[in-house]
């Protein structure tokens, strides 16, 4: 049986889908299976797997309609044969040495559940824009700058902030752990990745590799959390809850993460996108997380007030410095 499992799911990505698979076929460790899933694609997606299907390492499955992408990762997570998982967008792309690089991390350190590299993001075209380590620095500077082996809920910290594993094309995960843990929770359609890394490092270690191997692309066809942020926040504040009842929250919870969650809530419910049910649901997850929640809104609107009232009475400064100007250039 092969060590690694490679799981691709693919919908309408034929543009990016050869570059995908021979980036993976043409890796320089050897001893994984391929599991291509075309999730309901109506473009030449199916014709561009069937040209791959000579290759023992590749197993094709097609399905007629599109659903989730995560039901379609967790069904295939369940026929693998791997000991180690890795969970690929079909639109992403890598280095030849990103699974090698990974792999040695989880068969050197069998406390680690969960193996990372860091990323690079690409656009249309496979231009590189930035590293994602960009995306860490306001976190730690530091601790992303080289490789490491570090307590999964130590690590934890970290995730209260933010995603800090930011592309499950470049994670390697051990599947047993990845079963145990729940696999992805196909009801979170933005954060099913964030809920589940947590869940894993609650029980296992994680590593990292410093060196940018995995390549995830940006286009105009990705998903766009920020066009739906009512349900955004709402799964982010399940993870909040899942962490603030398993760990000790960071000193920072409150001033850093709690009250910047309930302002980005009240802006959520100011702009009309979000629903009744939905707000309660985002009250009684805050509330669980602090009583004190109540006064912390009514303490919020205040000083969102006081910022308008502010910018009224600049503007009317402003408004009577341009008349007096004006009255003062035609006496």
């Not at 860490?136 to 934890?156: A, V, Y």
């Not at 930011?166 to 051990?174: E, K, Y």
């Not at 029980?203 to 105009?220: G, K, T």
Request: overall charge neutral; proline content about 4%; some cysteine.
């Amino acid at each position: 049986m092969p060590k690694v499992s490679i799981v691709i799911v693919n919908y309408n990505y034929g543009k990016y889908l050869d570059e995908r698979i021979r980036t993976i076929l043409n890796q320089s460790y050897k001893d994984f299976e391929l599991i291509i899933v075309d999730n309901g694609s109506t473009d030449n997606s199916v014709e561009i797997i069937n040209h791959y299907i000579s290759d023992s390492r590749v197993i094709p499955n097609f399905y007629p309609e599109n659903v989730s992408p995560y039901k379609r990762w967790n069904y295939a997570a369940d026929i693998a044969q791997g000991d180690y998982l890795l969970i690929s967008s079909a639109d992403d792309s890598c280095h030849p040495r990103m699974l090698e690089k990974l792999t040695e991390k989880l068969d050197n350190h069998p406390e680690v559940g969960l193996a990372y590299t860091q990323s690079i993001e690409i656009d249309n075209e496979g231009t590189t824009l930035r590293s994602f380590k960009q995306y860490t620095d306001e976190l730690d500077i530091d601790h992303w700058s080289s490789d490491f082996i570090n307590s999964g809920k130590e690590e934890c910290k970290y995730l209260f902030f933010k995603c800090t594993i930011p592309n499950s094309s470049g994670v390697l995960m051990r599947r047993k752990i990845f079963i145990e843990s729940g696999k992805f929770d196909v009801q979170m359609p933005f954060s099913a990745d964030w809920m589940l890394y947590a869940k894993i490092l609650m029980n296992s270690d994680i590593a990292f590799v410093a060196e940018p191997l995995n390549y995830h692309r940006i286009h105009p066809n990705v998903m766009r959390k920020n066009n739906r942020d009512d349900i955004f926040l709402e799964e982010r504040l399940q993870v909040l809850y899942y962490l603030f009842n398993h760990l000790q929250p960071p000193d920072s919870f409150i001033t850093k993460i709690y009250d910047p969650t309930i302002g980005w809530w009240l802006r959520v419910i100011a702009s009309g996108k979000s629903t009744f049910s939905g707000n309660q649901r985002i009250y009684r997850i805050l509330k669980d997380i602090n009583p004190t929640l109540n006064y912390r809104v009514v303490k919020n609107l205040i000083e969102i007030v006081k910022r308008k009232l502010k910018i009224s009475s600049n503007l009317s400064d402003s408004i009577l410095v341009d008349n007096k100007a004006f009255t003062d250039s035609i006496k």
